[in-house]
């Protein structure tokens, strides 16, 4: 039934949800993916987040404008960078301790994502049983389809190596310094670059196409005991 309701088109519940999601993921779930790597950096001990007043729910520590704009218009997007230092962290290998802070933010999305794939699947079983309406169900299941596609996206987003997101620091772990540094050194051009091709529409298929297989594949995996029940 909720696949049905979720191959729809314009309708206004469809393009509703999708903008209250939207700002949902945008002010609640974003948030949680700074969060995370401020949380991991500190519990490598590195305290530059925590003093930065960036261990923190609150969006308006963590919410970039421009990156917030991006993500209603093309569903990928960015927050402020979380600071840290890795010197201060206390991992054998610093560059090892900053793939880890890096991962944490998109790893935080797929979680977040898996949990509002499991409520989409609990609305539906909720639904079957006759105790919600069909109109409810609908809204509820647009609701967490958009705020799970949203998270698969910022997480394969972010994983993007380029400065500054936290695909760049993972490549960091596996690159010689002087590569890593030589690259940083055009950190801001390259992210002007990147902005510029994605408002062109360069990497929307890739991008699509990946967080596309990602939200499917969690989709099935977490769907699978809702319909081994039914």
């Not at 997101?165 to 992210?191: A, C, H, N, V």
Request: charged residues 10%; proline residues 5%; glycine residues 6%.
């Amino acid at each position: 039934m909720l696949r049905s309701i979720l191959a729809g088109g314009g309708d206004p519940i469809v393009v509703i949800m999708q903008l209250l999601s939207t700002a949902f993921v945008v002010f609640c779930t974003l948030p949680v993916h700074e969060y995370a790597h401020a949380l991991m950096a500190t519990k490598l001990g590195d305290q530059t987040a925590r003093l930065s007043g960036r261990l923190t729910l609150s969006p308006l520590r963590h919410i970039d404008v421009i990156g917030a704009i991006m993500i209603f218009i093309a569903g990928f997007g960015y927050a402020k960078p979380v600071p840290v230092n890795m010197n201060n962290l206390n991992t054998k290998n610093k560059k090892v301790g900053m793939a880890l802070v890096a991962l944490a933010g998109p790893v935080s999305n797929i979680i977040m994502a898996a949990f509002f794939i499991l409520l989409k699947n609990i609305c539906a079983v909720i639904y079957e049983t006759g105790a919600m309406s069909e109109l409810l169900a609908t809204i509820i299941a647009y609701f967490f389809y958009f705020a799970a596609s949203i998270n698969v996206s910022l997480a394969v987003f972010n994983l993007i190596p380029i400065p500054p997101l936290d695909g760049s620091r993972i490549l960091f772990s596996i690159i010689p310094d002087k590569y890593y540094y030589t690259i940083m050194k055009y950190e801001r051009q390259i992210m002007l670059g990147m902005l510029v091709l994605l408002a062109l529409g360069v990497f929307s298929v890739p991008l699509s196409f990946l967080s596309d297989f990602l939200y499917n594949a969690l989709n099935k995996l977490i769907s699978l005991p809702f319909n081994l029940i039914r």
